[in-house]
């Protein structure tokens, strides 16, 4: 188990911006690739961004490039995002979630989730 707990949501007007961070307890962080993901009311959970190992490499979904940027601090156990120019369409619960074995970009392929937080975006 990697537990996970996520913070920095809230409430934010469109075009503003936030970070939300991830922090693990009691495990070397730097042994899992890490990833954030979303699920929308009534929508399927989707991949947001994700980050490999040591934070050489990262991949993000075609709704966020260019907007959103995922980071890591190893040594603090800490993931973080920071979400640019936001939109109504990114509301949503943000969910850190911890793999294995590269850096996946299906939900599915995830090991650990955290609770999530909750991000609204009015317009």
């Known amino acids: 188990q990697v537990p996970l707990v996520e913070s920095g949501g809230g409430l934010v007007q469109a075009g503003g911006s936030l970070r939300v961070s991830c922090t693990a307890s009691?495990?070397?962080?730097?042994?899992?690739?890490m990833g954030w993901l979303r699920q929308a009311p009534g929508k399927e959970r989707e991949f947001v961004a994700g980050i490999s190992r040591t934070g050489g490499a990262t991949y993000y979904g075609d709704a966020v490039k260019g907007r959103f940027t995922i980071s890591r601090d190893n040594a603090r156990r800490e993931v973080y995002m920071q979400m640019n120019s936001l939109k109504p369409e990114d509301t949503a619960v943000y969910y850190c979630?911890?793999?294995?074995?590269?850096?996946?970009?299906?939900?599915?392929?995830?090991?650990?989730w955290g609770q999530g937080t909750q991000v609204t975006v009015s317009s």
């Open positions: 979630a911890a793999a294995q074995r590269g850096v996946p970009l299906s939900p599915s392929e995830y090991d650990y």
């Open positions: 009691g495990r070397t962080l730097s042994s899992y690739a």
